[in-house]
Each structure stands twice: as C-alpha cells, then as structure tokens.
C-alpha cells in the first residue's frame, strides 16, 4: 500500500521569506503526485501536480515542486511567500491505473508572519 | 464551468440519527469520491463512484454507503450517527484522463451531538 509522510505539521516564516513543504512517499508502483491547499473552512484547491515528463513543475500562486525518484520526495517550495499563503497543505499520491483514491500526508499547516 | 458543489455546508445531528450528503460534481466529470476529514485520522478515502457503480472503497464501516445518479450527482448515507462521525466530508470529481486530478467541493461539515 502507499503512503505519504509530511515531516512537519508546522512551519513559521516571515513575508517573503523562501519557505520549503517537505513530502516523501512510499509505493510499489508508480504513482502520481499532487499538492493541495486548503484555507479555513473551505475545501481542498489544486496547487500543482507531477504526471510525467520534467521534474520541476510549477503550479499556481508561484509554488514549485520537484519530484525525485531516487529519494521519493516531492517537495514544495516558494521563492517568497505572502501572508496569504497562510494555510494547511497537503501532498497526496494516486496510483497510476488505480482509480481514484487519493492518499494524503497529514498536512503542514504554514503561518506567515510579518 | 461550474466548481463542485456539496450540500447542505452545515449540519447538526444528534447521536443515532442518520444523514444524506449531496455533491454535484462539474459537468463532464463522471467520477466522484468522498472523503472524510477529521483532526484526528487527517483526510481518510471513504468510496468513489464511476457510471453509477461504485468502483473503489476505503475502512469504514457500513453504516457509510452512497450511490451515483445517471447524471453523476452522488450522495452519501451515513446511518445510526456515532459521534466520532463528526468531521468535514469532501467530495472531489475527476475525468477519466492521465492523473485523474481530482477537483473538490467546500464540503459539509457535520457535527453529531
């Protein structure tokens, strides 16, 4: 079975400080990568996603990740963060051919401080 | 194009009762799947439901079910309430395409006194 472990379940930062969500998975087969945002009280909102073909992919709001086989991490990262980017996020997997069942890391809920 | 939508956003039950949850996914999307979230067990897989059949299907017990209509419109049953049922339910849709990306609902948050 796969599985996602997000290290921190908090992570402080100051305004356009650069801020990195850390995100490792663990399957048998390959899998899909994806990262989601969620703000108070509402549902979850697609950030970027990792299919196939390049490793860096870029997603809304200036966010990035990187996918590495090697360390099957996923990490998210931002140059400069806003004081709206305070939210919960989290790393999910689906298997590829799998259906739908996403498998989500138990979040990190980011605070950015002025 | 219309996001998904779920309702009621809010719901109040007591201990025993039984409760109907509705999510209209966006047009095209034929796939629906729920979720359970709660600050305890994080975002758990309840069931997805695919052409009216349900294709896939988490641990939970079956007091949860659901079911999809001919235009994919699904809701979820949950029966004999507990209070650990409490949480916020999420309903995404998707497409069938490479990543089946998932779009979600605002949820319903159901609380059981």
């Known amino acids: 079975a796969q599985s996602v472990t997000q290290l921190d379940s908090q992570v402080p930062v100051f305004e356009e400080a650069p801020v990195e969500l850390r995100c490792n998975y663990s399957s048998s087969v390959s899998v899909y990568l994806f990262w989601y945002v969620q703000y108070p009280n509402q549902g979850l909102q697609l950030l970027l996603k990792y299919l196939s073909g390049s490793t860096l992919v870029k997603g809304i709001n200036g966010f990035e990740a990187e996918f590495n086989k090697s360390q099957t991490s996923f990490h998210l990262r931002k140059p400069s963060v806003h004081i709206s980017d305070t939210a919960e996020y989290f790393c999910?997997?689906?298997?590829?051919?799998?259906?739908?069942?996403?498998?989500f890391g138990t979040g990190t809920q980011l605070k950015v401080e002025l | 194009k219309a996001g998904v939508t779920q309702t009621p956003r809010y719901l109040i039950k007591t201990r025993g009762q039984q409760v109907t949850l509705s999510c209209s996914p966006i047009?095209?999307?034929?796939?629906v799947s729920w979720y359970q979230q709660t600050p305890g067990q994080g975002l758990q897989f309840l069931f997805e439901y695919f052409s009216e059949t349900q294709r896939n299907k988490g641990n939970f017990p079956g007091r949860f079910s659901g079911r999809q209509f001919s235009n994919s419109r699904s809701e979820m049953n949950v029966s004999t309430l507990e209070l650990g049922d409490s949480a916020l339910y999420l309903c995404?849709?998707?497409?069938?395409?490479?990543?089946?990306?998932?779009?979600f609902g605002a949820g319903t948050r159901l609380s059981v006194l």
């Open positions: 995404a849709s998707s497409v069938e395409d490479q990543g089946n990306i998932q779009y």
């Open positions: 047009s095209g999307h034929r796939s």
């Open positions: 999910a997997v689906i298997l590829t051919g799998g259906g739908n069942k996403l498998t």
